[in-house]
């Protein structure tokens, strides 16, 4: 089956403005000149490296990744004594009638407390509810962590994010 003469008409005229435009614009961009000062003559900057050893003893005394640093690694002449960690509320259990709080210190498995119950380091949990836990620590400081407090809340209303 043959294409339509109108068809192979406008191919040859395509063919042919192209042909023209090529002859009236050139055959592309010119060369770069390497000669003296061009791109032979380049050379990578000298790097002198940053003085880093104060920073480095700063940051390896701070244990910056979690380490169980001293209180006299940070402050000169502070008690040696490690501080014990806080511990961080993750969440709320039922356990059959009982709700549990669910804690976590590092090093340690997790710590499944019901109201009452004392936490490692002193303080004692207070108040467990569905979307929150309440605490006191060692000092008798008290503490509340709430829990999907946002979620519960869009829950009762019905609305969505």
Request: charged share 15%.
């Amino acid at each position: 089956m043959m294409p339509p003469p109108k068809l192979l008409r406008l191919a040859g005229l395509g063919l042919l403005a192209g042909a023209v435009g090529y002859l009236l614009l050139g055959q592309g961009p010119r060369g770069v000149d390497t000669g003296a000062g061009g791109l032979d003559a380049w050379e990578l900057p000298a790097y002198a490296p940053p003085a880093t050893a104060e920073a480095e003893a700063i940051w390896r005394r701070r244990h910056p990744w979690g380490g169980a640093g001293s209180e006299a690694d940070i402050v000169p002449g502070a008690a040696a004594a490690v501080r014990q960690p806080r511990p961080a509320v993750i969440g709320v259990a039922i356990e059959g009638q009982r709700a549990l709080a669910l804690f976590v210190l590092p090093g340690q498995p997790l710590l499944r407390l019901p109201v009452g119950a004392e936490l490692p380091g002193g303080g004692r949990v207070t108040a467990i509810a569905p979307t929150a836990v309440e605490w006191t620590d060692a000092d008798g400081g008290a503490h509340r962590q709430e829990l999907l407090a946002a979620s519960a809340s869009r829950a009762q209303t019905g609305s969505d994010p």
